[in-house]
C-alpha cells in the first residue's frame, strides 16, 4: 500500500480521516502518540561499563484518534456508530480494522478499542472526542489473547472512505449553517486554543514551503 503524500490530490482527505472497524469516522480525524516499539530489558553488572539488553519481544502499540467534530451530521454519525465500537459491561473485546497513513507506515492495521472518552467542549462550537486504542498483536506462536485471529472490519485504506470530498481543508466551505460553527468561528478556535489549521487538520497546502 502507498502511503497517500498530503500535498498529492486526494492526499489531504486520507491524512483527515480514521477508518475503524469498517466505520469512517466523523468529523476531522487525527492520529497521536502511535510509536511501533520493542520491551528491551538493561541488565548491568556492578562497576562495569555498558549493559546487555535482553530482547522481549514487540510491545503492542498504545495510541489515540482524536475526532474533531462541528457539526450535528457528525454527532448523528456518532450515535450511530460508537455503540458498535466501544468498549460494554458483559461484551467480550474484539478486535477491529483501522486505517491511516501514519498508521500504515508503522504497520498497524487491527486495535482493540480501550476507551471513549467524552465529547470535551474546546469553544466555538467545537467538539472533540477522543478514542483510546491498542494493537491487536497476539501472542507468536500461540492463540493469543481475547479475540485471537478474529479482526472486524474490512482492511480499508482511508482513500476508500466515502468522505464526501470532506477534509480539514475543505470543511471551511461547508460551514456556515444556524447553530453550527461558522468559517471564522472555526479558524478563530483553529488559531487560538486548539493550535494553527496545520495541527488541528493535518499539513495545509497554504503552509507548504516554497521553492528556492
Request: glycine share 14%.
Amino acid at each position: 500500500m502507498t502511503v497517500p503524500f498530503w500535498y498529492d490530490k486526494g492526499g489531504a482527505a486520507a491524512w483527515d480521516k480514521v477508518i475503524l472497524g469498517g466505520f469512517t469516522l466523523p468529523g476531522v480525524a487525527r492520529v497521536e502518540d502511535a510509536k511501533a516499539a520493542r520491551a528491551l530489558d538493561s541488565k548491568r553488572a556492578k562497576g562495569r561499563s555498558g549493559a546487555s539488553l535482553v530482547d522481549e519481544g514487540y510491545t503492542p502499540a498504545e495510541f489515540a484518534v482524536v475526532l474533531t467534530v462541528y457539526e450535528a451530521a457528525h454527532l448523528r454519525e456518532l450515535e450511530q456508530i460508537l455503540p458498535k465500537i466501544r468498549p460494554a459491561r458483559g461484551s467480550k473485546p474484539e478486535a477491529l480494522s483501522i486505517a491511516h497513513p501514519a498508521l500504515d507506515l508503522l504497520g498497524i492495521s487491527s486495535c482493540y478499542v480501550k476507551q471513549v472518552g467524552q465529547l470535551e467542549d474546546k469553544g466555538r462550537g467545537i467538539m472533540e472526542l477522543r478514542l483510546g486504542l491498542i494493537e491487536f498483536a497476539p501472542l507468536s506462536g500461540s492463540g493469543g489473547g481475547t479475540g485471537a485471529g478474529k479482526v472486524s472490519g474490512p482492511g480499508l485504506s482511508p482513500k476508500d472512505a466515502d468522505n464526501s470530498g470532506e477534509s480539514g481543508f475543505s470543511v471551511m466551505l461547508s460551514l456556515g449553517a444556524a447553530g453550527q460553527a461558522t468559517e471564522q468561528a472555526v479558524t478563530d478556535a483553529v488559531n487560538g486554543a486548539l493550535g494553527a489549521p496545520a495541527k488541528l487538520f493535518g499539513p495545509s497546502k497554504a503552509a507548504k514551503p516554497s521553492k528556492g
